[in-house]
Structures are given as C-alpha cells and as structure tokens.
C-alpha cells in the first residue's frame, strides 16, 4: 500500500515500511525497515532541511519530485530514480512476477531491498540498483589503497583499516550522487550490470539520493546536508614538519631552532606517539619531556605550532585503566582475551560512541596538553586499528561494531572538536588517520595511514586524495616520501623523496613524515622509550641538492598563502574539494573525465605529479575551456595534450588564464 504524508511517499507490504521524502536541495532520502518502527538515527544527515517537494499519485505509481530530483514509486514497490528533465539515473534492481506492466517482470525473484535476517540479531541489509548506462563513471567513496579514481567496475569493503578510509558517498557521471548513510561494517560493489550495498547487520536501510547538473552542484548540496570544514587557520596554510619520532624535548627543539635559523618557514612541528609513559595516559612523559610547557612557549616565538599525538588506545597497565574499565568507557570484546591492538602493550580502545568516555578523554587531553598551549592534535589510530579486524568480535556503547562500528572516527574526531570549540578555540584542525561520512564538520584532516615507500604506493595516493575530495572530506594529505621505510642516503630514494614532497607543495596541507631508514638506538629504558626511532627525515637530511629543491618548494608554498586561504574559504563555505577532479572543474570536457594523473589545485592550478622513476618528461593533458600558461610563460589553447618537461625539480604545473 502507497500513502502521501506532505513530503513524504510511504510504502508497506508485509513487515516492511518504506519512506521516501525529500532531503535538501534537490535530493530524497529513502528509509525502510522490517522492525515496529522506523529508527530514528541521523548519522551523517545532521543538518536539519526545511520541507520541500511535492509528492503525488500519478497513473500507476506515486511521485517526489523535488528540485531536479524525481522519483517514482510503484505499487510493487520499486523505486527509480529520474531528473526533471526526464532522464533515468538509477532504479532498484527488482525481478518479481507482481508487476505484469514492467518489461522487468521476471522470475528470478530478486528483491531490490533485502533484508536476510541474523539469527538472533536484526538483518544483513542487500540493496541492489542498476545503473540507466552501463558506460557511467562512478567516483567518491573514500580512501582505498589502489590506483582507481574511477571505481565502475571495483569492489569495495565497507570498513575502515589503517589507511583506509570509507566514507561512503558516490558521484555519477550521470548527473547523481548517493550516500550510503549507515555505518554498518558491509560491502560496496560497482558491477556493469548491477550496483550493490551491504550491511551485514542493521536495523535499517538509509541512503540519501541527489541530482544535479554537474559534479560542482551534487557536492555542494551532499555539503549543505552532512556539514563543511571549519575556516583551516593560518597554521594549515604552510609547511608541517614530522617524523617517527621525536624522542626528547631538546632533539625536537634542535630541529625547530635550525629551520628558524635558516629562515625556513615551519607552521607545524610534532610529537608523534610513545611521548606518554603508557598507552591511555595522555600525558607528557617527564623523563624525557621535562618542561613542554617553556617548549611550547619557545616555538610559538619561533612562529611554530606544536601537534601532539594522541592515541585512543588503554594499556592494561595505564594509571587510568582501572578507572575507565570500571565506568564501562572501553570498547568490549565477544569473546577471547580483551585486547584489541597488541603493540608496545596488551591494549583496548576508549570506546568514543559512549558521550561519557568522550567527555572522560577530553578532560585528561585538555588538562596534560590543552592548558599547556597545545592547540593542534593528531588523532592516531582512528580506525581503530585492531590487530585482528575480526568485527563481529567488538561491541561499542552505540551497538556491535558490524552494525555501528564506521562511526568511530567521527566520533573521535567530535570529541576534540567539541572540547576545542567549548574551549572558545574557533577555526579548528585536528590531523586524523581515518573518516566517515560527517567527519569534515569536525575539523577532520585526514592523512592516508601508513603507507609504502614507492612510485606505486604514491599512484595510489594520488587516487585516494581525489576521491576522498569528491566523498565530501575536502582536507586531506599524505605523508611525503610514504611512511613505510626509504634511506635519505639512497639516491633511488631521494628521488621519489623529492617527486613526492613537490607534489606535497600542491595538496591541502603540506605535511613531511616517515619512517626511516636505518632504524636508530634506543635512547632510554623507560616509559616509550622501547618504540625505537626512524632516521632524521628532515629536509637537510637527503643531501644538499634534495635541501635546495625542498627549500624552494616551501617557499612556493608560501608564495600562495593568500590563494590557499582563499580555496580554503571555498571548502569551508560550500564543501569544495581543495584537489579537483579535471571534470569538476570542466565538467563539459569529455577527455576530463578520463584523465586521472593530473588535477586543479583549486580552480587555478593544474597540477601533473611525475609518478615514475626516471621520469624527466610527462604527457599532460590541457582541458578545453580554458587557456593554460606554464612555469616558462609560455600559453596554450586547452583541449590539447603536451609533453611537458619534468627534470627533478620540476613538477609540471600549469596556470589558468
């Protein structure tokens, strides 16, 4: 049975109860169930929506239309989605007998929404959709370790790992995007026949729909529901310096002392993690950090900002286990041993969908860091981690982990995000390694997670940046060099080390990080002091023709504060991407859509990272309607290829005019 209630198509047939109403400019959100009632979560659907839409019944079906969005539903049940303008975009994939009048009709027997049952449990949730052109492009998602930006054709795990991150939004070539709003531990799959969600246990199905005439308008409307960015501070703008690890208060200080005696500008300087005593302390270790608090005060006149790493792993040996385990604020395992990740100790997570475990973090952080002057935090193992990604082994304060367990890391991101801005902070940025849908609204900077050392893991990097732009997380960065070994004394090294930090120069935040080689002796015996440190990764490390490169890369990094700012000012105000897919910006170029190794830094510059050892040239492709200068002045016609020369301190960039 079909009813209209305002703005919103309801449907029921046997235990399932179907709503589809409109959500935003031009945009539905589709809900059902086979429980009593509809769930009322929002996940990352938090901005509230006026009312808007009209919904009718028209010939055999009931109609949405708002906007340019335009769906119709069937007395069977099945949906489909269309634009104004009379183009299909996407429809359930359904084969049934019930409706005659469909050229469908089939007997296979295949629902478009089902809902398997868990014995015991709620249901493992398939919902299927096939696409109006097999040829379409589909792009978004999040972070995955591999070379694709167009995902047609790639399966997908819905779960986060180290360094990967999904944030389940998608963008057509076809002129539509869907959020995949349920942070159940599930499956993605983009068939040439069939497209495919699943969750392998929920209570309900949700997913937010949108049409749009570009990719532009689908990201700015997708913005307008699950939040933007803050305004980035002024720190975002320039040069971080990191490395795995700063061991003592005065290594670190050397270090920022010698960038401000050679005048090199440094926004950001780290200590990254084991600075504690134990795991789930979230404290400065006073052996080897005897004073951070005249630290502090000596970078800040420096003009350098300090982040801390912070992890939200409990060792069962920390001064607050006991605590935290009485008050139920740790994650809790199934069965076996309750341990979640087992490195430098036995560990459990601080279980951050629980608003008091959140509230019980921030006030050991602001207390140990925050009071001191720290204003930048770098949230580590967001995922989380676990040693054994077995996630139908945990259960959270909001649920299982199959079911919730996506919504970690915006969970974790909030809490420093709400402390902060309680605090009175404004324009926050906190550096973390994973996201989901929503997390940009907390000021979530997302890094690419410990990644390989090599032209292939950077090719990879390249593809994930993008899509996590266009999955609605417009800050994003890698570690420059990968994290994952490289000797500053080997020249193979050195020069992925050079080709990577130049195009760190052109993404959202220019971070140096890494792990490097040789590993160094361990310098004490207590507190962290067993998690050994990598060699020096800063920019004097890799040779005297690597320093003079990497210093005039930060200086053009500063030369374009002021246009940074301003692209900053776009992802802040409308959801844009700060690293652009050619196709967003030129959308009615066809060849955009098929090049994936180049992108706009912002609208102005079109960035072609060298990806290949040896390299000294590259093809780059100049999109049609615009004009295009080079570093040389010299300007060409777009819609045309060139090959541009490539000798290691260039990377080929090229200005819109």
Known sequence: MISVDGNRLIYTYDSETLWIESWGENAVRVRATKNAKMPDDSWALTIGQKPSGTARYDENCAVLENGKAVVRLTHTGKITFCRNDGKKLLEEYTRNRRDVTDPKCSALEIEGRQFRPCIGGDYHLTVRFEPADPDEKIYGMGQYQQKYLDLKGTDLELAHRNSQASVPFAISSLGYGLL????????????????????????????????????AQIEESYAKVTGTVPMMPEYGLGFWQCKLRYRTQDELLEVARRYHELGIPLDVIVVDFFHWPRQGEWKFDPVYWPDPDAMIEELESMGIKLMVSVWPTVDRESENFALMLERGYLIRTERGYRTGLDFQGATIHLDVTDPDARKYLWDTVRKNYYDKGVRIFWLDEAEPEYSAYDFDNYRYHLGTDLMIGNIYPVDYARTFYEGMRDEGQENIVNLIRCAWAGSQKFGALVWSGDIASSFDSM?????????????????????????HGGNPDDPAFRELFVRWFEWGTYCPVMRLHGDREPRQPQLGTTGGATCCSGAPNEIWSYGGEVFEICREYIRIRESMRDYIRDIMKEAHEKGTPVMRTLFYEFPDDPMSWETEDEYMFGSRYLVAPVMEAGADKRNVYLPSGADWKDRGGTVYNGGCMVCADAPLSVIPVFERV
Not at 463 to 468: D, E
């Open 180 to 215: 995949w709003n349920n942070p159940a531990i599930g499956r993605c799959v983009f068939g040439k026949n069939i497209t495919s969600f699943e969750a392998y246990s929920t209570k309900a199905m949700d997913y937010w729909f949108v049409a749009g005439d570009c990719p």
């Open 459 to 483: 090719k990879n990097q390249l593809a994930a940046g993008l899509n996590m732009g266009l999955a609605g997380i417009p800050w994003w960065t890698t570690d420059i060099g990968g994290f």
